[in-house]
């Protein structure tokens, strides 16, 4: 019984450095979407820098999972905000139909998700995406 109480010790020190050497770092966690790189200066003096979101680009720029969509993103000239595919947006000029995908954090943070309309209400905390590669991927946008 002692022996695997000290092997169960011995266990339980050594496996946490053990499973922190085989995380994967942003770069292979992200993939196809970049990972998110800024200055404190370049942030506006509202932003959480705590709260910055790993991966830089929203989750379905990707075509098929596997590489950014560069098909044009449609217009709309519905309603003022939404969910689609579990994700939150909001109507940037109606007249012209650009919108842009939600993001916490004015914008910095995680990509707000959705299972309903009613989750997506304009918020201060949230705002249009900031700092994709591309910035009409993120930004009030159409084609």
Same mark, same amino acid.
């Given at each position: ?7 169960? !010790? /011995? ?9 922190? =050497?085989?995380?994967?770092? /942003? ?12 200055? /404190? #200066? ?13 991966? *830089? ?19 709309? !000239? ?5 969910? #689609?595919?579990?994700?939150? +947006? ?6 012209? =139909? ?5 993001? +916490? ?10 299972? =309903?309309?009613?989750?997506? *209400?304009?918020?201060?905390?949230? /705002? ?16």
């Amino acid at each position: 019984m002692k022996s695997t109480t000290t092997i169960l !010790f /011995a266990l339980t020190y050594h496996l946490p450095s053990t499973l922190a =050497g085989i995380a994967p770092t /942003a770069a292979e966690e992200c993939g196809d979407l970049g990972v998110m790189s800024y200055t /404190a #200066s370049s942030l506006d003096s509202n932003v959480d820098p705590t709260n910055i979101r790993k991966c *830089r680009e929203h989750p379905l720029t990707l075509k098929d999972g596997s590489s950014p969509n560069l098909q044009a993103r449609e217009c709309w !000239f519905g309603d003022e905000y939404g969910c #689609s595919k579990g994700y939150c +947006w909001e109507s940037c000029d109606r007249e012209k =139909g650009t919108w842009c995908w939600t993001a +916490w954090n004015k914008g910095h943070g995680n990509w707000r998700t959705c299972s =309903g309309k009613e989750q997506c *209400r304009p918020s201060e905390q949230s /705002a249009c995406g900031k700092d994709c590669k591309d910035a009409k991927e993120c930004g009030c946008s159409c084609h």
